[in-house]
């Protein structure tokens, strides 16, 4: 539904997608959205639509902060968007960097994007 609302593609499946929001817009409904089905959204529009990954960010972060969407961890989720639009990382890395600063922990990693994150990198 979120892919189909963000790209207005197929367009009957976009209309409802637009209409299930209306309703959590309105107060009818609650959406609650995982912070997987965030990321996944984020990848299904920046690799099969080819969006780039700042409209990407800034079209999630707008539906991740709309009336009726309850989005888990979603503090971190809005971080992690501005740090994949800034950073240029993947939303998975920034995803992953903002988790650990919230609990002031470390990450294991040998990805040189985290550099860009300003997180604590546990080193061999």
Known sequence: MIVRFLTGEPADAAAKARRLLRRAADGEVTFRVPAVVIAEVVWVLGSYYQVPRDVVADRVRGFALAEGIEVEDEDIVVEALRSMENANVAFVDAYLAA?????????????????????????A
Not at 105 to 120: M, S, W
């Open 99 to 123: 988790s650990a600063r919230a609990r002031r922990e470390p990450v294991a990693t040998f990805d040189a994007d985290f550099k860009r994150l300003g997180v604590e990198i546990v080193s």
